[in-house]
């Protein structure tokens, strides 16, 4: 192969800069020509490319958001969308294509594979780390301390005040970030789609919680981490259903977009330049169809539709602690 191409789609996340600069200086060593599609998918429809060399790639390793920016495309699932991205990627000669994003991501290259006889390769980079075949993607460990740093300062003024805080996080419909974020942070409760499903949060048990302990440690701080897309009307709405059941005064905090910025941390920045390089190598040894991942601190090819089809389960042992074992109001009577 001569030319290979890369992009970054979806939500972006903190070390998607490091993979590009992966993927450029290996295909520069292996004396490749390197080209970069703007937006997503939108580049491709839109024929948005432009060669990247060493040079474009230097000093962005430490750079949150991405270089090629991203975007979310709905007419690129269309046949005729995917057909014209296809004619355009042959136009421009390209033999591999790599995508760096999340499920929806990957479901497009997919889809791609269907009009294009190119070679696809995925790199998981989202916060949500809802990928399966991965332990951990992109972002994701960036995300969650950006979370927790965050939560701490919240914690400051919460034990000041003697307050309750529900924070709210990210992770789409995933509880990876908030499950990381209670343990990370020393939370009291933690509110996570695994565990409660959709209007099934048993909010009686949480405003006994919350009872149970003022009565027994007195008046303090309470911190209950709640992931995004849980409760109707969001933190907002499930503090002031509590503030009425308790009567006592309760604070919402929406992270937001927050967890998506910033430098990555190490482990993105060794996960990305490790994916990064490996996708090259891959796609030089004619593979296609594959989701690179790591499981166990080794790389490891996932076929792109497993990504999807199974739900990655959340860690057990950390729910345990976390629900369990440092939940000290649990075990008290
Ligand atoms: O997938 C990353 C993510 O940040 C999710 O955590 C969140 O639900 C979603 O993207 C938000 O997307 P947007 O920025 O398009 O509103």
């Known amino acids: 192969i001569k030319t290979i191409a890369v992009l970054t789609s979806g939500g972006d996340a903190p070390g998607m800069n490091a ?11 292996y004396n490749l020509n390197v080209l970069g599609y703007q937006h997503g ?6 024929q948005e490319y432009q060669p990247l060399t060493p040079g474009d790639v230097y000093n962005i390793i430490q750079r949150g958001g991405t270089l090629l920016k991203s975007a979310r495309c709905e007419p690129f699932k269309t046949e005729a969308g995917a057909q014209q991205a296809a004619d355009n990627l042959q136009q421009a000669g390209v033999d591999a294509l790599i995508v760096i994003g999340g499920d929806g991501s990957f479901r497009g290259a997919e889809h791609l594979s269907h009009f294009w006889d190119g070679q696809v390769i995925g790199l998981p980079g989202t916060i949500d780390n809802d990928v399966f075949g991965t332990d951990a993607t992109i972002g994701y460990y960036t995300a969650i301390d950006t979370a927790l740093e965050n939560i701490d300062r919240v914690r400051d003024t919460a034990d000041a005040f003697e307050r309750i805080f529900l924070i709210e996080v990210m992770g789409r419909h995933a ?10 942070s020393g939370a009291e409760q933690v509110l996570l789609p695994e565990l409660c499903e959709q209007e099934q949060i048993d909010i009686d048990a949480l405003t006994r919680h919350i009872q149970k302990a003022q009565k027994i440690r007195g008046k303090c701080s309470y911190i209950v981490i709640v992931s995004e897309n849980l409760w109707p009307g969001g933190a907002n709405a499930l503090a002031e259903d509590l503030n009425r059941r308790t009567g006592i005064e309760c604070r919402p905090v929406i992270l937001g977009h927050v967890q998506r910025g910033g430098s990555p941390v190490s482990l993105d920045r060794m996960l990305a330049s490790k994916l990064g390089a490996y996708a090259v190598e891959a796609a030089l040894a004619g ?8 499981q166990n601190a080794k790389v490891c090819e996932v076929p792109l539709a497993q990504t999807w089809s199974q739900r990655k389960p959340l860690d057990p042992y950390l729910v345990r602690i976390q629900t369990e074992m440092f939940d000290l109001l649990s075990t008290e009577a």
């Not at 993979?19 to 060593?29: D, E, K, P, S, Y």
């Not at 998918?41 to 839109?46: D, N, P, R, S």
């Not at 593979?287 to 790591?294: A, F, Y």
């Open 19 to 29: 993979a590009i600069r992966a993927v450029v200086l290996a295909g520069h060593h």
């Open 41 to 46: 998918y939108i580049g491709l429809m839109e």
């Open 175 to 184: 509880g990876f970030i908030g499950l990381s974020a209670a343990v990370g």
């Open 287 to 294: 593979k296609s169809g594959i989701m690179l991942g790591e």
